[in-house]
């Protein structure tokens, strides 16, 4: 079965940069999808970024454009969050999930969008590691 093991969060202060890690294993890692999510207390879940691991593409949410890059080690089935510029907004329980790579539609204003993953498609997650941010 799959096993997603997060490590890397911690507590810095505003402006800071961390690298959370998430070692993945019990799937084929060639055609994924690999996300971070996190959930902030009171808050729900949200996507943060995801990556397919055959085509490379990329995905963020708005609040971490230009801050957070997700990035992988596909030798060591490893995927990172590379935090920068972080913000308190930014504290929250960071998760690492994984999905099937496919072909999801959304619809973005008039225009359909396809991408190789969606958040809203990931179904194995870690245990969490906390990111606080003062």
């Known amino acids: 079965h799959v096993q997603l093991v997060e490590s890397g969060g911690g507590s810095v202060q505003a402006g800071g940069s961390l690298r959370p890690s998430c070692v993945v294993s019990g799937v084929t890692y060639d055609r994924l999808c690999v996300a971070w999510f996190r959930q902030a207390t009171g808050n729900e879940r949200e996507g943060v970024a995801w990556?397919?691991?055959?085509?490379?593409?990329?995905m963020y949410a708005d609040s971490v454009k230009d801050r957070f890059t997700i990035s992988q080690d596909n030798a060591n089935n490893t995927l990172y969050l590379e935090m920068s510029s972080l913000k308190p907004e930014d504290t929250a329980m960071y998760y690492c999930?994984?999905?099937?790579?496919?072909?999801?539609?959304?619809?973005?204003?008039?225009?359909?969008?396809?991408?190789?993953?969606?958040?809203?498609?990931?179904?194995?997650w870690g245990q969490g590691t906390q990111v606080t941010v003062s």
């Open positions: 990556f397919s691991t055959n085509t490379h593409r990329t």
């Open positions: 999930a994984t999905g099937p790579s496919g072909s999801y539609s959304r619809k973005v204003g008039s225009t359909w969008i396809s991408n190789p993953c969606d958040f809203s498609r990931f179904d194995d």
